[in-house]
């Protein structure tokens, strides 16, 4: 039995003095690999040299959150876009062997992420927010990668921006689904989205073990973790890693009345359908 954990901060210094330990406790928990989100510039291309060390399990998303949208974002966006086409910069290379492109091949960016809305903080930035993802946006249909997508107090507005293209989109998660009945059923009006299930699933006063089962099919939801934030029953509280996802798969099979296995099975098949890996 193996799942994947489609959101995960790997990258943070929260795990700088033990994170190949974090990755095996991972392996032998039963996750079969890690996706890695992007905030920035500089996580961006940190996050590809990460998996290109592990790229047999890391899997690298490039972007910028909503949280890091300052004056500057236009100069990160078009840094992090040269991300996304890998042999540009090998045409500088006097020998370009096919040994010299293959090492400087970006390893496989199985997504643009993660990229959204959050006013609940600040709305200080809010048209630039908007302005920087539409952009992203627009990266994805014309890259065809999924994007992953955060949203916080701003479900409407980010709603409006994607239905402009709805129809061209390749598809994606909406990371850490908090929501109720109606909003989870706004966001899968966009059919090749997903909603990404964490921890919150687990917490005492969460809704989400009748929300989801009413109104969310199996073959809508990736499982996720957010680590180093939102550590599941009964690890709240701590940091939290990627081998957590088991209580998170546990209690989705309890809350939907099906087995561990279906779960894997499921969302397995719903990873390969939105990340094609
Ligand atoms: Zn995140």
């Known amino acids: 039995m193996n799942w994947v954990d489609t959101h995960c901060h790997i990258d943070g210094e929260e795990f700088d003095t033990d994170r190949e330990l974090v990755i095996e406790r991972a392996r032998k928990a039963g996750v079969s690999k890690l996706f890695v989100p992007a905030i920035d510039l500089a996580t961006s291309q940190s996050i590809v040299d990460l998996c290109r060390q592990h790229s047999d399990y890391l899997y690298p998303m490039v972007g910028l959150h909503p949280e890091e949208v300052r004056a500057d974002w236009r100069t990160q966006l078009s840094a992090i876009k040269s991300l996304l086409s890998p042999l540009s910069p090998v045409t500088s290379l006097p020998n370009r062997s096919p040994l010299a492109i293959a090492s400087h091949l ?29 952009q992203q946006v627009q990266w994805s249909v014309e890259t065809r990668l999924p994007l992953m997508i955060h949203c916080r107090k701003a479900q409407n507005e980010l709603v409006s921006i994607l239905k402009r293209y709805a129809g061209e989109l390749p598809g994606g998660v909406f990371h850490c689904f908090t929501g109720n009945e109606l909003e989870a059923e706004q966001l899968l009006q966009f ?31 990736v499982i996720e973790t957010d680590s180093p934030y939102m550590a599941p029953v009964p690890m709240r509280g701590q940091r939290n890693e990627p081998a957590y996802t088991a209580h998170i798969l546990q209690r989705l099979a309890q809350a939907y009345g099906v087995s561990e296995e279906e779960i894997c099975q499921q969302t397995n098949a719903n990873v390969a359908r939105v990340f094609g890996v």
């Open 106 to 134: 970006s390893p496989l960016i199985i997504a643009i992420g993660e990229v959204g809305l959050d006013f609940y903080w600040s709305r200080e930035f809010e048209h630039e927010q908007m302005e920087a993802l539409e």
């Open 191 to 221: 059919d090749r989205f997903v909603l990404g299930i964490g921890g919150v699933l687990t917490f005492k006063k969460s809704h989400l073990p009748e929300v989801l089962p009413a109104v969310v099919p199996l073959d809508r939801l």
